[in-house]
């Protein structure tokens, strides 16, 4: 608390006064003179008894948490638990243009890896994997979330399908070689800090696909990191098309 006590006119014999133990800030003013004693309280937010008030109202509250404390506190755990069953109320729908355009990106993107499929058929090659849907989701659909950042796909892309390699060439195919791959894969993305979670389905691909054996090391590079360049061209458009034509 902060006061200012003026006094004029010399003493104030047989008088006391006393300042209100409140935190806001208070101005007196005491004007004093030998007939008359006059005391101008000039109060800023404040009022006397307002200590009274607040701790009444504390004790209020207090009353009130100790008969519905639990019932309050079980209502909240319990609309914790089932939130994650429905849509986000915070959000809004989306405006049509912001579905039209990163499906007409998914349409594109696989139609052109499915055009490469073909063109590299004949030495057995196929670029059209499973996890590139996934990425194709992150990108177009959620731009701004860390798993679309480039460092985190490429990264990620790179070093899981390595580790997935690793894990086929110790242990072999199997459950074993599954699991170590896996758990090995998500320990490298939060070391680097590059969580994408399409890769982590990448040395489960490798482990499983016979028909990816024979790309050895090279996996690493394709068909996962090299298919996410031609998606990262593709979402440039997307994001293009989504902040500058809406309907």
Not at 29 to 48: A, D, P
Not at 71 to 85: C, E, K
């Amino acid at each position: 608390m902060s006061a200012q006590v003026h006094l004029r006119a010399g003493h104030v014999p047989n008088q006391c006064i006393l300042l209100p133990s409140t935190s806001l800030q208070h101005t007196f003013c005491v004007l004093n003179s030998s007939r008359e004693n006059r005391v101008v309280l000039g109060l800023g937010r404040s009022f006397l008894g307002l200590n009274e008030r607040i701790l009444e109202n504390r004790r209020r509250t207090a009353i009130i948490k100790r008969k519905t404390g639990p019932l309050a506190i079980r209502a909240s755990a319990g609309g914790a638990v089932w939130d994650g069953w429905f849509p986000d109320k915070t959000s809004k729908a989306p405006p049509l243009s912001d579905i039209f355009w990163p499906s007409a990106g998914a349409f594109a993107a696989m139609a052109m890896l499915g055009k490469i499929d073909q063109i590299l058929a004949p030495k057995g090659i196929s670029m059209t994997i499973a996890p590139l849907g996934a990425v194709c989701a992150v990108l177009f659909a959620t731009p701004s979330t860390p798993g679309a950042r480039k460092y985190n796909m490429f990264m990620a892309q790179i070093g899981c399908a390595a580790i997935g390699v690793l894990a086929f060439t110790i242990l072999g195919p199997g459950w074993l070689a599954r699991s170590a791959a896996l758990s090995a894969a998500m320990a490298f993305m939060i070391y680097t800090r590059s969580v994408h979670p399409p890769a982590a389905s990448l040395p489960l691909l490798f482990i499983d696909g016979v028909k990816l054996h024979h790309l050895n090391y090279w996996y690493a590079l394709f068909p996962g990191a090299a298919g996410c360049i031609l998606l990262c061209l593709i979402q440039e458009i997307v994001c293009y098309l989504k902040e500058n034509v809406k309907f």
